[in-house]
């Protein structure tokens, strides 16, 4: 195995992982003269631009120096998804007594067989972004370092490759904090996390993003007792207010310990146990645990590209400097993803490699600032949001309605035991036109895709109210929220019209 990827243990599910995503025997081929596009990173931007011109024709190479799949599929979305799904089946089991099922006995986890799934999962997903695959639909796909040696040269390995165009997208990496003591005491970071063998019965959490409480929750629901330390004062700081209170309150229910406006001072390991000590108010206190998740932000993947010899301007902690179009300031090198973007989600990828795909090839004029951009956090329940929230029109001279409907007023999540959550839609003053809207319900993620759908096509309220949605469905509720809309347009001048009306019709 490549001892600088992190695939462990080394069973043979990360086995097969490996052999699609990093074979150890993979050749790289023999560069051709020129190439339509250059691709540097192979995570979900990479791919699919390298998909993309590839399947119109395109000569096109993709470099990657670590896996296939990136980010999303190793150490992201999927290996994440698959526990936090694990850790909601051992909740729900043990919530069985309130549906009127008696378990005689309390169930138990099994971490070995709950991170075997995972690592058998991902495994099975991989071949869809295995360097197998992109060589079939005609990629040169070379893995090792890449880095540019002019404006239009990239060079991996011992392998110069000239490009008319290229993407950067080498996506980003766990940002780390300078707290003493942290990195000689040890700690996780997702891309560490998913390789654990050992369960931790004590587990730290060192920020409140949606990382750090989807993973929180997890482990809290697999039997870990958990403590959440954040300098915010709520937590997921940058969403809804009411939504993120509402989350607080939950994982205050479910014991996971909240610590918040704290300062994390020192780390450090006595008798085999990790210490981490923190400040709060003035006062200083400690917190003893097995494992400590550091979950605090993102910093893009841009070191050793050289992107002085390419012309291209950077910032350390913002990334690769783009325009509206993704261009680089050098003309022919575009950027999509992580490495780039403010917002980091794979879908939000998918759409900026997309637009950068298009640019640099069709001479197109796509921009980011055009995408309505929705976002999911995977807790229990999730949190959904699309467009703007009622903040972002302060100072921007636009008024807003806001139509809130909660899941208690549902039939479908009263009988499904799931009223902890709400919609909330905002609107242009006095219109039924859609701004943004949050949603938070157990499967909020799968829900927010209509409103989304409604601000990309310019559907407003009243569409939605026309349109039958079927019962009893839990997605009832953003009709709900749109027949609230209607009712507001109801003012007593209207109402006593259409009760003369009603009453000339006697």
């Known amino acids: 195995m490549n001892e600088t990827l992190p695939l462990q243990p080394h069973d043979r599910f990360n086995q097969e992982l490996e052999a699609n995503t990093h074979p150890p025997e993979w050749k790289n081929p023999s560069p ?70 008696d378990l005689s006995q309390a169930p138990s986890q099994n971490f ?5 799934r995972m690592r058998r999962l991902r495994a099975r997903i991989s071949p869809h972004d295995s360097a197998e695959r992109f060589k079939q639909l005609g990629v040169d796909v070379f893995l090792g370092s890449g880095r540019f040696t002019s404006p239009d040269t990239v060079q991996v390995e011992s392998s110069t490759l000239t490009f008319r165009k290229a993407v950067i997208a080498t996506g980003a990496r766990p940002a780390a904090l300078p707290i003493e003591g942290l990195a000689e005491t040890g700690y996780q970071t997702n891309e560490t996390i998913f ?5 931790p019965r004590r587990f730290a959490v060192i920020g409140g993003g949606p990382l750090g409480c989807e993973l929180a929750q997890a482990f809290s629901r697999l039997g870990s007792s958990v403590t959440i330390l954040d300098k915010a004062p709520h937590l997921l700081p940058r969403e809804d207010q009411e939504a993120a209170e509402l989350l607080q309150k939950i994982f205050a229910g479910e014991n996971i310990d909240l610590k918040q406006t704290v300062r994390v001072s020192r780390i450090e390991k006595h008798n085999g146990d990790k210490v981490i000590r923190y400040r709060k108010n003035d006062t200083d206190a400690e917190v003893i645990v097995d494992e400590i998740l550091l979950a605090a932000g993102r910093a893009p ?47 939000i990828a ?18 980011m600032s055009s995408l309505t951009i929705p976002w999911c956090t995977y807790t229990d329940p999730e949190i ?55 949603i938070v319900a ?47 347009r109801l003012t007593p001048g209207i109402k006593k019209l259409f009760s003369l009306w009603l009453q000339w019709r006697r």
Do not use: W
Not at 112 to 116: R, Y
Not at 195 to 199: D, K, Y
Not at 313 to 337: C, F, K, M, W
């Open 350 to 367: 998918e759409a900026q490699a997309r637009i950068a795909l298009q640019n640099a090839l069709f001479l197109g004029r796509k921009k």
């Open 384 to 438: 959904a949001h699309t467009g703007m929230y009622e903040k972002d029109s302060q100072g921007r001279d636009i008024e807003m309605d806001t139509f809130k409907i909660d899941l208690s007023e549902i039939d479908r999540a009263v009988v499904d035991g799931e009223e902890d959550g709400f919609v909330k839609i905002h609107t242009v003053r006095n219109s039924d036109k859609i701004l943004g809207a949050t």
């Open 32 to 101: 051709a003269p020129t190439y339509n596009l250059v691709v540097i990173g192979g995570g979900t931007a990479g791919l699919v631009c390298a998909a993309g011109a590839a399947g119109l024709g395109g000569k096109v190479a993709l470099i990657e120096e670590r896996l296939m799949g990136g980010d999303c599929l190793n150490f992201g979305c999927v290996p994440s998804k698959a526990l936090i799904r694990s850790s909601r089946e051992n909740a729900d089991i043990r919530s069985a007594k309130e549906f009127g099922i």
């Open 301 to 347: 993947n841009i070191d050793g590209l050289d992107l002085e010899k390419a012309e291209v301007e950077y910032d350390p902690r913002r990334g690769v400097i783009v325009d509206d179009h993704l261009q680089t300031t050098n003309s022919s090198i575009y950027a999509a993803g992580d490495c780039c973007s403010r917002y980091k989600f794979t879908h």
């Open 112 to 116: 070995t067989a709950v991170m075997d």
């Open 442 to 488: 157990r499967h909020a993620g799968e829900m927010i895709s209509e409103l989304t759908l409604a601000i990309t096509g310019n559907i407003g309220l009243k569409t939605i109210a026309a349109t039958i949605h079927p019962y009893p469905t839990q997605s009832e509720i953003i009709k709900h929220a749109a027949d609230a809309y209607n009712r507001s």
């Open 195 to 199: 390789s654990l063998t050992e369960f």
